[in-house]
């Protein structure tokens, strides 16, 4: 049960690179979600999907871009890194569209990237 | 003012003690609730949702008030692997969107 995996695990890029983080789930969730999660703040949603070529903005999207061709695959891509984008991302599914953890569907996160950009 | 707030602790307790702490969140919409344990440079995950009538989960209570807007953890008989961030998470429109607090960070020692 590979369950929901994250590459890569950890990288450091220099400001201005463009760099991408994939996500691939292995139970066919419908929806996916790509968080940050930095010193002092909760997790902060900046992308979700909730199916294969449908996506929305979260709270902090901006230098962000996704796609969702395939509904395994999550990838987010930062366009042109800044320092401020070094963060932890975790990506995350849910299993159902009905009404999500009000109805005990768990969102299950993967164990994170850490990225720097210098 | 952010959505969800949490003492950041940290809570140093010795083992087999009782452990509390509160977050509140600002909108009185908010319609789920949950808690979520970190553990260091690990994912959330899970600990347990939390009912408008209070729950139980082995050693863990949680309970909503909803006209203070505020929900509550307690860790009764704490363990030294209860050690971790708990993460007090809220659901406001129903939907996918999760708010999450900052965590409360707890420190069980022998």
């Known amino acids: 049960d590979a369950g929901i995996t994250q590459s890569p695990r950890y990288k450091i890029t220099e400001t201005g690179r463009q760099v991408t983080l994939m996500c691939h789930q292995t139970?066919?969730?419908?929806?996916m979600f790509w968080y940050r999660q930095d010193l002092g703040h909760g997790l902060r949603l900046i992308y979700y999907?909730?199916?294969?070529?449908?996506?929305d903005k979260g709270e902090v999207p901006d230098g962000y871009v996704v796609s969702r061709s395939k509904t395994e695959n999550f990838p987010l891509t930062l366009e042109s890194a800044t320092r401020s984008q070094t963060s932890v991302y975790f990506c995350?599914?849910?299993?159902?569209?009905?009404?999500?953890?009000?109805?005990?569907?768990?969102?299950?996160f993967g164990e994170g990237s850490w990225l720097t950009v210098v | 003012r952010k959505e969800v707030e949490q003492d950041p602790g940290p809570f140093n307790v010795p083992e087999g003690a009782t452990v509390a702490f509160n977050c509140t969140y600002s909108?009185?919409?908010?319609?789920?609730f949950f808690w979520y344990r970190q553990d260091c440079r690990k994912e959330p995950k899970l600990l347990m949702s939390?009912?408008?009538s209070g729950n139980e989960d082995g050693r863990f209570t949680a309970q909503l008030n909803r006209a203070s807007q505020y929900i509550s953890l307690l860790i009764r008989d704490s363990k030294l692997s209860d050690s971790a961030t708990y993460l007090c998470?809220?659901?406001?429109?129903?939907?996918?969107?999760?708010?999450f607090g900052a965590g409360t960070t707890v420190t069980v020692r022998a």
């Open positions: 909108n009185s919409a908010s319609q789920s």
């Open positions: 999907s909730a199916a294969a070529d449908i996506t």
């Open positions: 939390v009912y408008s």
């Open positions: 998470v809220v659901n406001i429109d129903d939907d996918y969107k999760l708010s």
């Open positions: 139970w066919s969730h419908s929806y």
């Open positions: 995350a599914s849910s299993e159902s569209r009905d009404r999500a953890p009000s109805s005990g569907n768990t969102i299950y």
